[in-house]
C-alpha cells in the first residue's frame, strides 16, 4: 500500500476525532529485543515505520517521524520522512553493526532520552505524541518514566503485538501519582492483519481526550 494512501485513511480518522487542526511532533519507539528478531528481517516492522510515518506526516510540524530503537541498551536514530521511507529498517537499522540489537528489553533508558528530546533538547509548543511497540515482558520501572513525564506535554502510546504477557502495560489506565492520564494501551495480535482504519482508530484513540486534559491544565 503507498504511502498516499495511508495518509487518506489517516485524514479519515484525524477528521472523525476531531484532530484536523493538532499539530503534533510524532516519535516511534522500537522494541529491537530477541524475540523481535523475526518481525525485523520478515518486513513487519519495516510496514510498521511506514504506517505510523504517515500519521507524522499528516500531525507533523515538519513530516519527520522521530525513532528509537532498544533492547537492553538504545539508540536514536536519524528520522525518517517520506522521501526515505523505503528500506529504512534494512538500511539505517540492520545494517548498523553500532546498533544493538537483539538482546533483552530495557524500557526506562530510552524513555528517559524521549523526554529528553522533547523537553530540554527541541523545545516546542506542540505536544509530542509517542507510538511505542513492544512484544512483551516490558519492565515494571516504566511507570516512572511515565509519572515523571506526565507533567510534560508528551503521550505515550503503547502499542503491544504477539502473544505475550502485556500486564505492566495493562495497568498503565490505573497507574496513579500523574498529574494527568498520559499514556494509552492496546494489543495487536498480529499487525499484519489489523486493516489501517482499525489501527489509526486505535492508535488515535485516547490522544484526544489527553489533549483536552492537558490544555486544561496549563500543560500545552
Excluded at 98 to 105: A, D, P, T
Excluded at 120 to 134: G, H, L, Y
Aim: proline share 4%; with cysteine.
Amino acid at each position: 500500500m503507498s504511502i498516499s494512501l495511508m495518509k487518506k485513511n489517516v485524514q479519515i480518522v484525524l477528521e472523525k476525532k476531531k484532530l484536523t487542526g493538532v499539530t503534533a511532533r510524532v516519535g516511534l519507539v522500537l522494541d529491537i529485543s530477541g524475540s523481535m528478531r523475526k518481525l525485523y528481517k520478515n518486513g513487519t516492522v519495516q510496514k510498521v515505520v511506514e504506517r505510523i510515518l504517515a500519521v507524522a506526516s499528516q500531525f507533523d510540524d515538519d513530516g519527520m517521524l522521530d525513532v528509537w530503537v532498544y533492547d537492553n541498551e538504545f539508540a536514536r536514530l536519524k528520522p525518517v520522512t517520506e522521501r526515505d521511507f523505503t528500506g529504512y529498517v534494512e538500511n539505517v537499522i540492520l545494517s548498523d553493526s553500532l546498533i544493538h540489537k537483539f538482546g533483552r528489553n530495557d524500557e526506562p533508558p530510552v524513555m528517559e532520552d524521549v523526554i529528553r528530546k522533547y523537553t530540554k533538547e527541541d523545545i516546542s509548543r506542540d505536544p509530542a505524541f509517542i507510538v511505542f511497540i513492544n512484544d512483551g515482558g516490558c519492565k515494571k520501572t516504566i511507570k516512572k518514566p511515565v509519572v515523571e513525564s506526565s507533567n510534560q506535554p508528551i503521550f505515550w502510546q503503547f502499542v503491544g503485538i504477539g502473544d505475550s504477557n502485556f500486564e505492566t502495560l495493562e495497568n498503565l489506565d490505573s497507574m496513579e501519582g500523574r498529574f494527568i492520564d498520559n499514556a494509552n494501551f492496546f494489543h495487536i495480535q498480529d499487525p499484519e492483519t489489523i486493516s489501517d482504519d482499525q489501527l489509526y482508530h486505535q492508535l488515535l484513540n485516547e490522544f484526544p481526550s489527553w489533549l483536552e486534559e492537558a490544555k486544561g491544565k496549563g500543560i500545552l
